[in-house]
């Protein structure tokens, strides 16, 4: 996202009012921020995580929570404060979801993936067997 003059971090009491309106808001949580926490804690894990584009994917969330500000209250809140709510978000997520326990959310990650390899052998060994098999019976007749 290309970041504008107005994109400058300002702590004020309207982005703490944006930052606990997006928190506190179930639908917003559930349709928004689960989904994009599941994606910067998988790209934690894979040690691509960048923050300035988790700030730009939390400045869409602060967007779409101040248009429902808006359209609850009335008020819209400017460019400088949905940035400074996305800031606050990023850091927010990033210290409770995102890099809780990464080392142990690797390990059964690692764990996973080792099984879902081992269950892909074993049926592409099984595969190799019925072929076998069905070559043998056709040689045999």
Known sequence: MKRTKSMQYEETVESNELLLYAINDGNLYQSRIAPLILNLRSKAIKGTYDVERAVDAYFYVATEASKQYYKEFGYSFSVKDRFSAAVD?????????????????????EKLHDKQEQIKSNKDNEKADRSIEKSNRECER
């Open 89 to 109: 978000m990023e850091m927010h997520y990033r210290e409770d979801h995102v890099f809780y326990e990464i080392e142990e959310k690797t390990s059964i990650l």
